[in-house]
Structure formats: C-alpha cells, structure tokens
C-alpha cells in the first residue's frame, strides 16, 4: 500500500516570490513515479512535474522544480517566480511500478497575492 | 482535439436512484480510472481498467459499478446503495507501463454530482 502526505493545508506567497510545497511518503515498491498536479478553480486536474523514483536528477520544469530526496521519501515541489495563475490545490501523488495505483496526498491550497 | 469529457458537468438526484456518469476518450489510451473526490480532500480510486471487458476495484469500490464495452468509453454508476454519493467525480486515462516505464494519467473536466 502506498500513502501520501502533504503537512501544509494552505500557503500563500507574494506574486514574484517563492514557495516550497512540502510531500512526504510512503511505498513499498521499489520502482514508483512522483507527480505534482494543479487543481485550479475550475477544478481540472493539470500535471505539473513528473519524477521518476530511478532517476537522481531532480526534475525541472519552467518555474516549477522538485526536490526528491528518495532517503527520506520527501517529495517537495518549489515554484519560482509566482504569479496569480499559480494559484490553486496542489496535489502530491505516487504511482506505483505496475502504473495502476495512483495516490494522492490531500492537497495544499496555495494563494498567490499581488 | 484530443482529450477526455465527462458528461454532464453537474447531475442532481434524488436518493434512492442509480445514476451513470459518462466518460470518453479519444487520447488511444488503453487505461481509464475513475476517481472520487470530496471537499478539501485528495483525490480515491473507484475502478479501473486496463483492457476492454476487465476492471479492476479501487479503494472505494462499494456502492459503485463500470463497463468497458469500448476501448474509449468508461461509464460508471453511482448505485443506491452508495450511502455519500454527493461528491465530484473525475475520469481519467493513461498509456499502459511500458518497457519498464509507467506513464502520467490525464484528467477529464469532472461531474459534480448531487443526491438529495
């Protein structure tokens, strides 16, 4: 069984600054997929960064990067530069290897301000 | 365009009633999941499958049921005897793993479902 953790229900930030959402987790599997999603508003599901469990190199993607400290099972997801659009649910979610079961965290509401 | 609908984008009904939620999609993906979320919370697993005419259950299997008749159609069916039906309902779909590799799973907009 494979859970997910993100310790921060909310967060805000200035537009421009940045911010470091916090996932920590669990899997028993020794190959697995990490995957930050965006919930906005509207409520759509919107994949952010993808990291895979085998590779050391923390994913980058734009403004948004990952800090995978495959140890310690942390998973935590740092956006630079924020802007209003950023403001949304993230969600935390591990795959396992069969690419079946996917599990979320329970999110962490980001408000970016101006 | 390719992607995933759901149909509709809000259902009521009254308790006591099965109701089906629609899914398509037109991405060529072999998997398809449905998934409940209620609010502030993550998102859970009802159903999935990853060939047409085979599912498999989720966390929260009870109260619901699926086909897959088709390889782009994936409906499920909120039963009476789900007791919290209320909640919004998310489809989803991905490529088989293939050669050691699993891929990402793409969402549809979303039914939001009310049982009064």
């Known amino acids: 069984a494979q859970t997910v953790t993100q310790s921060q229900p909310e967060m805000s930030v200035q537009e421009a600054e940045t911010v470091t959402l916090s996932c920590t987790y669990d899997?028993?599997?020794?190959?697995?997929?990490l995957f930050w999603y965006k919930q906005p508003p509207s409520r759509q599901m919107i994949l952010v960064i993808r990291?895979?469990?085998?590779?050391?190199q923390n994913a980058t993607e734009n403004r948004f990067s990952v800090n995978f400290q495959k140890a310690a099972k942390s998973f935590s997801l740092k956006i630079s530069d924020s802007q209003l659009g950023d403001t949304a649910m993230y969600f935390c979610?591990?795959?396992?290897?069969?690419?079946?079961?996917?599990?979320f965290g329970g999110g962490t509401r980001l408000m970016v301000k101006p | 365009d390719g992607g995933i609908t759901q149909s509709p984008k809000y259902l009521f009904r009254k308790e006591g009633q099965n109701v089906t939620l629609s899914c398509e999609q037109n991405?060529?993906?072999?998997?398809m999941y449905w998934y409940r979320q209620d609010p502030g919370q993550g998102l859970r697993l009802i159903y999935y499958?990853?060939?047409?005419?085979?599912?498999q259950k989720g966390d929260i299997a009870e109260g619901y049921s699926v086909s897959r008749e088709k390889k782009e159609s994936f409906p499920l069916t909120v039963t009476s005897a789900q007791k919290n039906p209320t909640a919004f309902y998310l489809c989803?779909?991905?490529?088989?793993?293939?050669?050691?590799?699993?891929?990402?799973?793409?969402f549809g907009p979303g039914t939001r479902l009310t049982v009064t």
């Open positions: 899997t028993s599997e020794n190959n697995y997929y």
């Open positions: 989803a779909s991905s490529t088989l793993p293939r050669d050691r590799v699993s891929y990402e799973q793409y």
């Open positions: 991405l060529n993906h072999d998997a």
């Open positions: 499958s990853q060939i047409v005419n085979d599912f």
């Open positions: 990291q895979e469990a085998y590779k050391q």
């Open positions: 979610a591990c795959l396992n290897n069969a690419g079946n079961m996917l599990t």
